[in-house]
């Protein structure tokens, strides 16, 4: 599908959703829209599809409610503004969509928003009353910060203001030192992936120790497409691996530092986050595995004790928080928690550098993938 | 130059830097090396040249004195690292280097490093004894944040660990969505500009809205490079827009948020910055302008009064700092300064959404262009 067709798809779901409420308030008077509750309360670790989803839970917003006739109003706007995005072929950001309708209500001294967060939150709205992600109603957060590099041939569909569409090929064993910029969105409309010859996606968290990977060709030693989010995955890296996994039928393994936060990094690319739970179906890759660094590595690699880094408080409170999350649960994580703080260190993936710098491309995560050392 | 021969110029230069520290300890025992003095007492803001530099005081360090031994043996050590790295063609971060030389000198408890700060500050050691900068000594920070579009060609020379080179072109006319990745190392020996047809640069500060001009092809309607650093631009962005300043001697404009830390951005790449003074003549580009925006373009261009947002403490405070800046004083700047101040407002570069999404890339910009409306 193409972006027009796909536009035009987008456009008639949200004139449904808009006549939808306009013949509601024909037939009974009530002015109200329909859409799933996002508290905590209502996200589900669901263990059969292994990742974090929102539940089945609906709430009502009504226009004749006063608490709730401004968020009905914003929600309203934003989707005016998508309608707009969409046809004139534009993308944007979320700050500008939040300019776009922060204005003074005439008449009053009220604005119609004073804060981000109310048009993200009509974003979030619209995507899942519409079944639809963010960017495909045009509207993304920041430039995109991942890099990607290995076997695969894709296609990006360049569309621009003036209506034109340039089309760009890249060859993934054949890109500069940055890699293949991970663009701000990746739906396939717009990425199209044409063919992946590589055997797995190897995700490293940190884009300098991925610049280790793409210098040491290690895409090409060992037929894989490597990946950075350059820590926290933003969206579109996310959307990419999960493309890879199922589009390409790939294994995804992940490397991280051996901290809870490195660890919390693999959660976010497998079951998907607590903030974002409606997405998973688009952003999480349930099969991912964790492929290192874990503490019990230091023992089995032998690394030199210089490259311990004591536990801060901060550290465990946040090992204590993983230790609850339904998604660690498996006795394989808890072990390593509990090892972690009874040796009270943590561990970053540039310790292999202690022994040499190349330590981690030619010893380290070779011997990870071929002993099969993962975590689930 | 090629990444070989410049290779074996700075091991030339290494090698006779150690040699002159052997020669005088053999003539006089005295084993010392010189280095420029780094403290605030010794940046100048060179109102000649236009840029923050070095002064020329020089210090001492000397092995056999206590309170200089352990830097002397730091220094020492990395460039033992560097002449490693070169020899292996390997590039790698910052923490890779502390990593390698963090050990336990044996027969005590002490270690040549306990931090990232020692080796960083014994690189700088190096790039300014030596001449050379750390990207050129194969060592980078992070990946790179830059992103660039617009009417140029270059070819990446990728040297890759094995010791192949693949050289990738660039047609910067016809980029994906995230434009070309700026580097970790733009060097002239692995990114070789080859042609720009441009009439100028214009850097913009925030990724999201150099998506706005990317997909609006400012580039091509105008006739320029466009450059983001992502926010505070990382080394191998200014090193970009220096190097296309003084290779193509084309005009820099710069875009940033009417903020105090928006100008200031500006003014990095334009006179450098304070820690990294010595690199100036490297970074700094003292030709470049201030397109916008500023607080006079409030009223200018009439925007709605919703997108003003209200000076706190910190901005009033970060402001005056920047008043009493010596490359902030010109007359035209103490003006805006004093206007913020009086108005008690900052703007952002989004703002123009709230008129619609191309007001910036259609209205703003061109009649800031056209109507040469530069601050100093």
Known sequence: MDLKEKDSRILQALQKWA????QRAKESGD??????VRTL????????????????????REFLNVAHAKRFLQTSLVAAVVADLIREGITTSLRDVYYRVKHTIPGTRENTVDQQTETDR???DLETMLGFVREELHIFS???????????????????SDGKVRTVEFDGTNLGMGGWPVPPIVEPERVEIKKVDADFVLVIEKDAVWQRFHEDKFWDEHNCIIVTGSGQADRPTRR?????????????YVLTDADPWGWYIYSVYKQGSINLSYLSPQLATPAAKFLGMAISDYHRFNFDRTVKIKLKDVDIKRLN????????????????????????FKMELEAGASKYFRFITKEYVPAKLEQKL???
């Open 19 to 22: 006549e939808t409420i306009v």
């Open 31 to 36: 002015v109200y829209m329909e859409l799933p």
């Open 41 to 60: 309360r209502n996200v589900i670790y669901d263990e059969e599809k292994g990742f974090l989803r929102m539940g089945e839970r609906l709430a009502r």
């Open 122 to 124: 009509a974003i979030v």
């Open 142 to 160: 920041k430039g995109g910060k991942g890099k990607v590099a290995g076997p695969f041939e894709l296609v990006e569909h360049v569309y621009t």
């Open 240 to 252: 990419f691996v999960h493309r890879l996994h199922y589009e390409f039928k790939l294994p995804v």
């Open 321 to 344: 928080e993983l230790r609850r999350y339904p998604w660690f649960k498996h006795k394989e994580w808890q072990q390593e928690f509990d090892l972690m703080e009874k040796e009270g």
């Open 374 to 376: 993962f975590l689930p």
